[in-house]
């Protein structure tokens, strides 16, 4: 299997602020990388498809990027709707994989 | 638009066997996976495996030998059994819509982009 590994698991921001993600997957993957946000008590939602493609609807201070085995979701401004929890998973193989998320906090 | 709703019995003892099911509203069933995840409480997601119109299926292995899917498509409905349940089934299920193909290939690039509510299941004695 395809281990995908993020970090940091946690963070504290502020409201204005620049946020950077990392997921680092345990071979090369090409640019077969998702990222969703999840929110208390809902499902995922898709935010980067393909490493740095932007799901409809989706704001534009979200961006992705990376290839191989390392990737980046980058938040350019925080907004107080964008406090969750942000994973990864790889589309490249089967089993498809998740990272164990990222939860970003209000400092 | 297109909906999915799940439902199925959120508390099951251990042995038992945990059965879920999926309905596909505004939508088509054809040329998708369909797909199960759970998340353990506070944990990660886990892919549990797919399911596409025609019953091909994919499992996890980490699970293959208790899990069965099965579709039907005049409901458009998925349904998800696994057997032999413990307290480490404990988890919130999710049906979600993955990659699209077609009768000769898949999308290149395809992600899950319509997920269930979401079904607490609970594994206790």
């Known amino acids: 299997d395809i281990q995908m590994t993020q970090s940091p698991s946690s963070l504290s921001a502020s409201v204005g602020d620049r946020v950077t993600i990392t997921c680092r997957a345990s071979q090369s993957i090409s640019e077969y990388l998702n990222w969703y946000q999840q929110k208390p008590g809902e499902a995922p939602k898709l935010l980067i498809y393909?490493?740095?493609n932007l799901q409809s609807g989706v704001p534009s201070r979200f961006s992705g990027s990376g290839f191989g085995t390392d990737f980046t979701l980058t938040i350019s401004s925080l907004q107080p709707e964008d406090f969750a929890t942000y994973c990864c998973?790889?589309?490249?193989?089967?089993?498809?994989?998740f990272g164990q998320g990222t939860k970003v906090e209000i400092k | 638009q297109v909906q999915l709703q799940q439902w199925g019995a959120g508390l099951l003892k251990p042995s038992e066997t945990l059965s879920l099911t999926c309905a596909v509203y505004?939508?088509?069933?054809?040329?998708?996976?369909w797909t199960w995840i759970r998340q353990p409480p506070g944990k990660g997601l886990e892919w549990i495996g797919e399911?596409?119109?025609?019953?091909?299926?994919n499992y996890n292995p980490s699970l293959k030998s208790r899990v069965t899917m099965s579709g039907d498509t005049s409901k458009n409905q998925l349904s998800l059994k696994l057997s032999s349940v413990t307290a480490a089934d404990t988890a919130v299920y999710y049906c979600a819509r993955g990659r699209y193909c077609s009768t000769t290939s898949c999308n290149t690039y395809w992600y899950f982009d319509l997920w269930g509510r979401g079904t607490l299941v609970t594994v206790s004695s």
């Open positions: 399911i596409n119109h025609s019953g091909s299926t």
């Open positions: 505004g939508g088509s069933f054809s040329g998708y996976y």
């Open positions: 393909a490493a740095s």
């Open positions: 998973q790889q589309s490249y193989t089967t089993p498809w994989t």
